[in-house]
């Protein structure tokens, strides 16, 4: 049996935290790691110029995005800028009319709101032709984002840790040490930077910490660094029930504790049904309201919008596998009726499903650049581990609109006439891609380590849940173990899709083999009926999974959740 000290070094060890001052940080409850935010490129003239803006009795426009992370991030900066003043308001883009982004009608509709300022959250680093349009209205701007820039970028004040050192305007400025903020993370350093230069009561940031810990989390940037730190902190204000709306959005979909895990499949996929389905300004205005009619309004909403885009997504999901041909490397699917809505999120579960690279394309709204006339193609892109989907967009620059993302997922908007050239293109790379990595398209179980039945103790599920938030970068510890023999099989759920068993090894003492066995309680999910040959087959067995923790009624239980099960070699 192995200390349970000695699993946990060995887990972080194989995640790079070597050092002991590391160690200490990352398994704190109060950790320190983050930085001045001031390090930023563009940060104190962003700053000054809300603060002077604000001080003019200047319109505020806080222009944001439609998904969890560009909610969050509006609401982060709510916390600041209504600290400062009242006559401000927010702008969340249509998924289906505008896009993503900042756009020219839209630059049109705040104008006519009377806006003096537009600061945007989660978008706007390459938005150069319409910041450029915006000051040319006379509106000032300020830009908040954390997405990739490359060869063009936003005239003016862009605050972006990617924001690459040829395009920053303070000498001698070094890149931002946390490069993997999300929208709301950076949101929250301009909040930081902007309650030091103004004075403004620590309350500020508190109030904040709980929308960046959701939109970290849901927009699965890396929970390592700066991150990790303001996710702690940030679950921490969740459950503290600072944020009513949020306690009872929460309460409507059973969750009793505000986890990583539980944001990550529960309220996540709640604040992004409304920008799917209808408008993401349902998700602001619940966020941003203490009202409690309107709380119970706004959730009963959110709830109604995930359980429509649940079954929209499955019926697309389904008709878009009829659709694949079974051997292509890269999957691009056109579509004309699917719900644009949901684009992203059933390409996600086709790469799970096929383990390759996966965009759908669908009929967009938006004119094109060179004719009203010009139908185009929005596209949403997922990917796999070892196959960057922006980098192979960006040689292929030419054929789109535009377009944006990160290495596991994308957006674009392109002419139709374009899209057999995307296709050609992309599976050639992707041909390119396989022949240099042959195992490329093989789904494999990242194992941390392998235990025994006899290490998978309640002090050590205990010491786990040390490790968390999981999430991007520090995912849920995985373990093996080998040569088990099953036990105590029962089957459970009305059809017998599941199953729970102990997983045993004989104990040896003085080289001599002992009766009594060690063992560990396995729960393994859907797949009960499809393996029950094995299962009942008497043969010894190898286990992937997850090490589970629990309290019931006060008592600790420990559980093994089976992820992968085979034949024992």
Not at 253 to 263: V, Y
Request: glycine fraction near 8%; proline fraction near 3%; hydrophobic fraction near 40%.
């Amino acid at each position: 049996m192995r200390k349970t000290e000695e699993i946990i070094n060995e887990i972080l060890n194989k995640r790079g935290i070597l050092s002991d001052e590391d160690r200490e940080e990352f398994l704190s409850a109060k950790p320190t790691r983050t930085y001045d935010p001031f390090l930023l490129d563009s940060m104190k003239a962003g700053v000054d110029l809300l603060v002077s803006a604000a001080k003019n009795g200047d319109r505020i426009c806080i222009y944001g995005d439609y998904d969890a992370d560009g909610v969050t991030a509006s609401t982060v900066m709510a916390c600041g800028v209504s600290a400062l003043t009242d006559n401000w308001f927010f702008y969340i883009p249509s998924r289906f009319v505008e896009g993503y982004g900042l756009n020219i009608s839209a630059i049109d509709k705040i104008i006519a709101k009377g806006a003096d300022l537009i600061i945007t959250v989660d978008c706007g680093c390459v938005s150069q032709k319409e910041v450029e349009y915006a000051k040319a209205k006379g509106l000032k701007v300020i830009v908040t984002d954390h997405h990739n820039i490359e060869d063009t970028i936003a005239d003016g004040i862009v605050i972006d840790p990617k924001k690459p050192q040829k395009f920053m305007l303070e000498d001698g400025k070094e890149p931002y040490p946390c490069q993997d903020l999300a929208g709301c993370g950076v949101a929250f350093k301009f909040l930081q930077a902007l309650q030091r230069t103004a004075d403004l009561p620590r309350k500020v940031l508190n109030d904040a910490l709980d929308m960046v810990a959701v939109g970290t989390i849901g927009d699965i940037v890396p929970l390592r660094d700066e991150n990790r730190t303001l996710v702690k902190y940030g679950l921490e204000a969740a459950n503290s029930g600072r944020r009513a709306s949020l306690s009872r959005l929460a309460k409507a979909i059973s969750i009793e504790e505000m986890t990583s895990t539980n944001i990550a499949f529960a309220v996540v996929p709640h604040i992004n049904a409304t920008g799917r389905m209808a408008s993401a300004m349902t998700a602001v205005e619940l966020f941003n309201t203490t009202d409690e009619r309107t709380i119970n309004e706004k959730v009963n909403e959110l709830i109604g919008y995930n359980r429509q885009r649940k079954n929209i997504q499955e019926d697309a999901f389904e008709r878009c596998v009829e659709m694949i041909e079974g051997d292509e490397d890269f999957i691009l699917l056109s579509i004309s009726d699917i719900h644009e809505g949901i684009a992203g999120i059933v390409a996600g579960k086709i790469k799970d499903q096929y383990y390759r690279p996966v965009i759908i394309v669908t009929p967009s709204e938006e004119k094109g650049r060179s004719s009203d006339d010009v139908t185009l193609l929005k596209g949403t892109g997922r990917s796999i581990d070892g196959v960057n989907i922006y980098d192979l967009l960006n040689r292929h620059s030419e054929l789109f609109i535009r377009f944006g993302g990160h290495s596991k997922a994308c957006g674009f908007l392109m002419e139709a006439g374009n899209l057999n050239s995307l296709r050609e293109y992309l599976n050639s790379d992707a041909a390119v891609l396989l022949a240099e990595h042959p195992q490329l398209f093989k789904k494999t179980v990242n194992i941390d380590m392998e235990i025994s039945p006899e290490d998978v103790t309640v002090e050590l599920a205990r010491e786990l849940r040390k490790i968390a938030p999981f999430g991007e970068g520090n995912p849920v510890p995985r373990f093996m173990m080998k040569g088990v023999a099953i036990r105590n099989l029962a089957y459970m759920g009305s059809d017998h899709t599941h199953a729970r068993f102990s997983a045993c090894t004989q104990r040896e003492s003085r080289g001599q083999k002992d009766e009594r066995y060690a063992f560990a309680e396995c729960v393994l999910f859907r797949r009960a009926q499809e393996i029950k040959h094995l299962l009942e087959s008497g043969e010894k067995v190898d286990v992937a999974g997850t090490i589970n923790y629990q309290v019931w009624r006060g008592q600790e239980r420990v559980q093994f959740i089976i992820e992968e099960i085979e034949k024992s070699s």
